[in-house]
């Protein structure tokens, strides 16, 4: 293939490059002898294209932040036409159309009331600001709760690698070592049907795990400044969708305690899970709503945090004061970043996009009810367009594989070989396909994992193949 850019390095060059000097994210410098590393060099719609001129389907948006497929036309214009503008800007002590429009566009579409935006980068600096912003407010409002330090999350959360995010965090290997530099954080069960923590069964439950967070909640309400919770499912844990009913008894008891609810939707936002944000599905309005991965369409690093005038309003003052909020980066609300997020949200408002997830979402459904026959199946997870297969050795008895089988990377791996990308979470096979998929694209993931699974299950010699 001679598509490389003419300055570009060969392929073993790159490769050794990578070798040598790339740190990846999540990564230990042993690379798993089935995971050579994939070189992407370009991409047409929901396909990724390597070196070799290998074509791949994105199947996990690349990392879940993809919406519309890459190389969008509309897209990518937003882009042009803000550098032949400014490429970045500065929001410290001063303004740039693409910020303001897309601030007022986010509280246009956010729950009623969320009429503040705070711009920053990732997904775990969105959840950062929104941590510090419910502590400081604690601090200054009318009848100052300074008691109020403490955070209470699910078991399994995971809100981004940033220590105060890290802090809220619960997924061992990401979380537990660094134990010592965290905030504190309480924890409330895991609403978790498959392995229920309390060993109770849906519907006869009555969601019992939602009165036990209420409970842990009502106790530590003098404490406790913020409850944050990704809304809809818990992606980073596996893929498990929160039970229906679990938010608006959570939002319940929240309002009742006066402890903020901080809603994580970075990875559940723009319509992931059918709805342009997943509290939406039980219209509950929450105090922080975050937002990274899908706000720009998956094109550029852009973050937001929005919240109420009422809170915002509690960092007035005059300057000598101190009391605004003393918290911000580089790159916040960066032009380049709020125009292609001003784009990606034009498209979503177009007629029969909303129609169009929603006729992914049940081909999706369809497409899973085919695992339910394999005994290497344990569990079959969605909400939305955010799925998870949990492979096991056996279903009967729920036992997993020990997880030095890299049972899921073994499978991925077969599937890169097929022409899908999908990376899983443990033993989690995550499908998790841009929104702008065709119904045919979900069928031949699931098909093609399908196959992965019968091939593994005919004697797990996926890893040769
Ligand atoms: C990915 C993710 C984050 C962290 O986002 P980054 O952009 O990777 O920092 C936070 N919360 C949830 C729910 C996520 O899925």
Known sequence: ??????????????????????????????VHPTDPPLIIDRAEGCWLIDLDGNRYLDGTSSLWCNI??????????????????????????????PAIVLARRLAELAPAGLSRVFFSDDGATAVEAALKMSFQYQLQRDDPKPGKSLFLSLRGAYHGDTLGAVGVGDLGLFHDRFGPLRVAALHACQPACYRCPLNLKRPTCGIACAAEAAQLIRKHADQLSAVIIEPGIQGAAGMIPLPDGYLTQIREVTRHCDVHLIADEVATGFYRTGTMFACEGEKVIPDFLCLAKGLTGGYLPLAATLTSSEIHSAFAGRPEAGRGFYHGHTYTGNPLGAAVALANLELMARPGFAAHVAELISTLEQELCGFQRFSTVGD????GLMAGVEIMKDRGSGESFPSSACVGK???GWMRQKGVLLRPLGDTIVIMPPLASSSDDIRHICQTLMQAILAFEDGGQLGKV
């Not at 036309?73 to 159309?97: C, F, K, M, W």
């Open 380 to 383: 079959i997870r969605q909400r």
């Open 410 to 412: 073994i499978i991925c």
């Open 68 to 97: 519309h497929g890459h190389r969008v036309p509309e897209l990518d214009l937003a882009i042009r036409n803000q550098l032949s503008r400014v490429a970045h800007s500065t929001l410290l002590g001063a303004s740039h159309a």
């Open 1 to 30: 293939m001679s598509s490389n850019s003419p300055d570009q390095p060969d392929r073993a060059t790159l490769e050794r490059w990578d070798a040598d000097h790339l740190w990846h994210p999540f990564s230990s410098p042993t």
